[in-house]
């Protein structure tokens, strides 16, 4: 699997971070140029592409994509 996340479009919600039912997502240290913490995909490996990250993101910031 592969998560991408927008960091330019991304205001640091952090619906996708609650939403991922298995734990993929964490907010990042580092800022975006409007000041918020983006989301990274920490745990990868447990990705099982379910896409509700991609769902739930209200700004469609994040692409899911299944290699």
Do not use: S
């Amino acid at each position: 699997m592969r998560v991408e996340i927008d960091t330019v479009w991304c205001k640091g919600c952090e619906l996708c971070v609650h939403f991922c039912p298995k734990g993929v997502l964490q907010l990042g240290e580092v800022r975006n140029a409007k000041g918020y913490l983006v989301p990274v995909a920490a745990n990868i490996e447990a990705c099982v592409g379910c896409e509700m990250c991609e769902r739930i993101c209200p700004d469609f910031c994040i692409d899911v994509e299944r290699q």
